[in-house]
C-alpha cells in the first residue's frame, strides 16, 4: 500500500519504518530540513533500539524516503497519517496547531481519496476539526474526494517503541466509515497475528483511550510513591508489598514500581490535557489532580532524603547516576533529574552527573547551569562527592563495583531513586543506602 506519514518524530518515524517493514511504500514529510537531510543519509536523531537499522534498510529496499516536499509527498499516499507533535499549551491543553497544520497540508496538496489517520496524541473532537479542515481546503479548491478520518493512537513505549508498534497489545480504529476501516484492517493485518488485536470504536472513544490509558498509568504510579512514603513511616518494604498486590490478577504487576516520580514527553503531558479537558467541560477531575500533585511531590524525595543524611546541602558535591526520564533513551522531557539538579543547584549544591546515553542531549539542554559537570565515566562523578543518587534504572547500574562506589564517593551513602539494590547487602559493602518506600 502506499503510505504518507506526515511528522518524523518519535510516533511518525516508527509508524513509517514499521510500515515500510511490512512492505508497504512509505513516504514520510516533515517541515525540519536539517531532520530530514539527516534521515536522507540514514541517521536517525533520536536514540530508540533497532530503528536506525530498520530505516536503512527499507530506505534501501526502496520502500522509505523522506522528503520536505509536500506536493511530492501527500501525493504519495492512499492512507495518511498524521505522526506530529502536539505540545502542551501555557493552560495545558494539547497545542494543536501542528496537526491542523498538517490537515491543510493535506488539503492543499491531496490528488485523490484518502483516508487521514490521526496518530498523535489528541484531544477528543480531533478527528471532526480535522475533517473539516480537510473539507474547507478541499472547497477553496473545488473538489470533493471523499475523505475519512481514522482515529489510531499510538501506545509505543520510548526505548521499546519498535518492538511496541509491531507487536501492539491492540490496534485501536476510531471511525464509522467501514471502507476507511476496511482498508486499515489490511495495513494492520500483519501485526494482527494469532490473536485479534483490532480494536474499533467511534473516534471520540478511540481518543479519550489514548488519554485514559496513560492517565491510568500515571495514577498507578502516584499511588505507589504515595504508598512508598507511608511505608517509609511504618517501617513496611514497598517491593514486597508491590509484589504482593501485584499478583492479584486483577492489580498485575506491571507499573507497580515506586521512584524518583513519572517522566517523559507523555504522561506529564497527558496528564495535564485531560484536566484541561475535564475542566472545559465543567469537570474536575479530582483523582487525576491528586496523581499530577503527588508526581510534583515525588520528583523532590530524593533531594529531602539527601537533606535528611547530610544536612544542609549548599557546599556539598551530589553524583549523579541517570538524567534520561527512563532508561534506554536520550529523553530528557520532563524528567526527574532535573528536578533533582534544579534543587540541589538552588541549595547551593554541586552537581557531578553520568548518563550511558544522554549525556549529550544533557550537556546541551544544562549547558549555562553554573555547578552542574557531565562526566562521560560512572565512577569519574563519584571523585570526592558527598553522596551518589540514582535516578534511572540504567542496566548498567544494577551490578556496578560497589567497591570503587565506597572509595571514591567522600562519604559511602547511596540514595537511591530506583531500588536497584538490597539494603542488607549495601550495608555489607559498608555503604549506607536509602531506597524509596524501604527500610534502610
Ligand atoms: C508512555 C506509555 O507507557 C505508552 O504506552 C504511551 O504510548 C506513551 O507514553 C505515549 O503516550 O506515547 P513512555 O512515556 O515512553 O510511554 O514511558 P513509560 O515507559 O511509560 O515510563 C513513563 C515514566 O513512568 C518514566 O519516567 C518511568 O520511570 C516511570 N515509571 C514507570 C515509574 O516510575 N514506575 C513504574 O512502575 C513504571
Redesign the pocket.
Known sequence: MKVTVIGSGYVGLVTGACLAQTGNHVVCLDVDAAKVAQLQAGHVPIHEPGLEAMVRANAAAGRLRFTLDAADAIGHGRILFIGVGTPPGEDGSADLQHVLAAARTIAQYLIGPAVVVNKS?VPVGTADRVKAVIEAGLAERQIDYPVAVVSNP??????AAVDDFLRPDRIVLGSEDESALQLMRTLYAPFNRNRERIQVMDARSAELTKYA??AM?ATR?SFMNELAALAEQVGADIEQVRRGMGSDERIGTH???A?AG??????PK?VRALLHTGREHGLQLGVLEAVQAANARQKRVLVQKLERRLGPLAGRTIALWGLA??PNTDDLREAPSLVVIEELLERGASVVAYDPVAATAARAQLHDKAGITIVDDAYAALDGADALVIITEWREFRTPDFEQIRSRLRQPLIIDGRNLYEADEMAAQGLVYEGVGRPS
Open positions: 496524541t499510538e501506545f509505543l513505549k520510548e526505548g490509558a496513560n498509568l504510579i507499573f507497580l514500581y521512584g513519572y517522566g517523559g514527553s507523555c504522561f497527558d526520564f527512563k
